[in-house]
């Protein structure tokens, strides 16, 4: 088996148990039995489980990106910024509330990353810029202070519902606020 497939099936399996399980609950030995490989070879290949969470975290931001860019294109500045929260959302509600609860604690602690996948953080604030600047916005709110409302909500939202164990429809609860927000930030 190749470096490549090998790296793959430890993050494939490390995905699935990430869906079900705490990440304090998930041992190198269960994701290696489920990948089919040695534990000597996980540490030859990724090294430590929270190095295997930082992979994890890059590739989710790779594959974030691809998702964004084929939903892009002819789209308003205000579309994007709806397409890049989808995405988060989408995200969240893929990889479920054990994970995204983890994955926000140390995120809150800044124990690991203090941004979601950092390309959907960049293009947030990218596209709010660029609605900005093209006068859709009052003028009475800055880019930043409109960032800060947007991001932090949803983080928020996404605590929230992680907190809660996922029992919510965070993507229709979170649209409601997105509106709300907007609203008062657009120009009429």
Same mark, same amino acid.
């Given at each position: 088996?190749?470096?490549?497939? $090998? ?8 995905? #699935?148990?990430?869906?079900?399980? /705490?990440?304090? /609950?998930?041992?190198?030995? *269960? ?10 070879? =996980?540490?030859?290949?990724? @090294?430590? +489980? !929270?190095?295997? =969470?930082?992979?994890?975290? &890059?590739?989710?931001?790779? *594959? ?14 205000? #579309? ?9 959302? /989408? ?7 054990? =994970?995204?609860?983890?994955?926000? $604690? ?6 690991? =990353?203090?941004?979601?996948? @950092? ?10 810029? #660029? ?8 003028? !009475?709110? $800055? ?23 996922? +029992? ?8 409601? $606020?997105?509106? &709300? ?5 657009? +120009? +009429?």
């Amino acid at each position: 088996m190749g470096d490549n497939e $090998t790296r793959t099936k430890i993050i494939k399996a490390a995905e #699935e148990l990430f869906k079900q399980k /705490d990440y304090e /609950d998930i041992s190198i030995r *269960e994701i290696c039995q489920l990948a089919g490989i040695s534990i000597g070879a =996980f540490y030859r290949h990724i @090294g430590s +489980k !929270e190095q295997l =969470f930082k992979i994890f975290h &890059i590739q989710l931001g790779t *594959e974030a990106l691809k998702i964004l860019f084929e939903k892009i294109d002819n789209k308003t500045p205000m #579309e994007k910024i709806s397409v890049v929260i989808d995405i988060y959302l /989408d995200l969240i509600t893929y990889f479920g509330y054990k =994970f995204v609860k983890y994955f926000l $604690t140390l995120s809150l602690n800044n124990e690991i =990353f203090a941004n979601p996948p @950092g390309a959907l953080h960049t293009f947030l604030k990218e596209y709010i810029t #660029e609605a900005s600047n093209n006068g859709e916005f009052k003028p !009475e709110y $800055t880019i930043d202070y409109i960032f800060r409302a947007l991001f932090s909500s949803l983080r928020g939202a996404a605590f929230d519902w992680s907190v809660n164990s996922g +029992k919510s429809d965070i993507k229709a609860d979170y649209s409601i $606020t997105l509106n &709300i927000l907007l609203n008062e930030f657009k +120009k +009429k």
